[in-house]
């Protein structure tokens, strides 16, 4: 399996961020790590060695950045109005460079990415196909954190609101973004077991739906906790469905 790395700085997050890729051929997926992990953290824990029989027959190909905004989210020494802003440019730093590198490795300037993760890399995924319907076409969130507001104090910033798809789906006009995300998909997939929370899932799922979003949630029962064991098995399930 041919791997590659590369860093650059982004002005947008004002420091360096390492992007790796796994595959040659397939279908783009861009796999966000968790709160704490970086583009190598799949790899580490095992994900890409379950997802290889789909890499090496050519049906998808891996990316993962840094978790630049999720490490901010676990730190002591930033401000909830800080954490709020690196959210919001790590969501422009996703539209206006990782998804032009992808798309510029795989040789076409129009391919629609499949975007996937856990925990809090299940808020990112859902949060992009959301905001940038027009290269994501399906999320596959996996034992999501989708309401970052228990880590605000209280406070309630525009970064958080236009980052966060709970509070601004509602309010988003009808227009191209809104009829482009109802042709999309997001998978709403979760475990019952040790420190899952489902109800996470369902109040995401109910605010897409009510905006006419195509959702799923699906239970994976009390024997599948909130690690990496579970999400071993539900991710390459769900790209083995969908590419």
Same mark, same amino acid.
């Given at each position: 399996?041919?791997?590659?790395?590369?860093?650059?700085?982004?002005?947008?997050?004002?420091?360096?961020?390492?992007?790796?890729?796994?595959?040659?051929?397939?279908?783009?997926?861009?796999?966000?790590?968790?709160?704490?992990?970086?583009?190598?953290?799949?790899?580490?824990?095992?994900?890409?060695?379950?997802?290889?029989?789909?890499?090496?027959?050519?049906?998808?190909?891996?990316?993962?950045?840094?978790?630049?905004?999720?490490?901010?989210?676990?730190?002591?020494?930033?401000?909830?109005?800080?954490?709020?802003?690196?959210?919001?440019?790590?969501?422009?730093?996703?539209?206006?460079?990782?998804?032009?590198?992808?798309?510029?490795?795989?040789?076409?300037?129009?391919?629609?990415?499949?975007?996937?993760?856990?925990?809090?890399?299940?808020?990112?995924?859902?949060?992009?196909?959301?905001?940038?319907?027009?290269?994501? &076409?399906?999320?596959? *969130?996996?034992? =999501?954190?989708? %309401?970052?507001?228990?880590?605000?104090?209280?406070? +309630?910033?525009? /970064?958080?609101?236009?980052?966060?798809?709970?509070?601004?789906?509602?309010?988003?006009?009808?227009?191209?973004?809104?009829?482009?995300?109802?042709?999309?998909?997001?998978?709403?997939?979760?475990?019952?077991?040790?420190?899952?929370?489902?109800?996470?899932?369902?109040?995401? &799922?109910?605010?897409? *739906?009510?905006? =006419?979003?195509? %959702?799923?949630?699906?239970?994976?029962?009390?024997? +599948?906790?909130? /690690?990496?064991?579970?999400?071993?098995?539900?991710?390459?399930?769900?790209?083995?469905?969908?590419?």
């Amino acid at each position: 399996m041919e791997k590659t790395r590369s860093t650059w700085y982004s002005s947008r997050l004002r420091t360096e961020v390492s992007f790796a890729r796994w595959g040659t051929y397939g279908r783009p997926v861009l796999l966000f790590p968790t709160a704490g992990g970086d583009c190598e953290e799949c790899e580490r824990m095992l994900m890409i060695r379950v997802l290889t029989p789909l890499i090496d027959a050519g049906r998808i190909k891996v990316y993962s950045p840094d978790s630049i905004a999720g490490k901010n989210w676990i730190r002591d020494d930033r401000s909830p109005q800080q954490k709020a802003w690196l959210q919001n440019q790590y969501d422009a730093f996703v539209a206006e460079e990782l998804v032009p590198a992808i798309r510029s490795d795989c040789r076409t300037p129009d391919i629609e990415i499949v975007t996937a993760g856990a925990s809090i890399g299940a808020l990112n995924a859902v949060a992009s196909l959301v905001r940038h319907p027009d290269a994501f &076409a399906l999320a596959i *969130g996996m034992s =999501g954190t989708y %309401n970052l507001t228990g880590w605000m104090d209280g406070v +309630h910033t525009l /970064d958080l609101h236009y980052f966060s798809p709970l509070h601004f789906l509602p309010q988003l006009p009808e227009g191209e973004q809104l009829r482009r995300l109802r042709t999309r998909l997001a998978i709403l997939a979760v475990g019952e077991g040790r420190w899952d929370k489902p109800g996470n899932s369902w109040e995401i &799922a109910s605010v897409l *739906g009510r905006r =006419g979003v195509p %959702n799923r949630v699906d239970l994976w029962g009390p024997d +599948h906790d909130h /690690d990496w064991p579970t999400w071993r098995e539900m991710l390459p399930k769900y790209l083995a469905e969908h590419s």
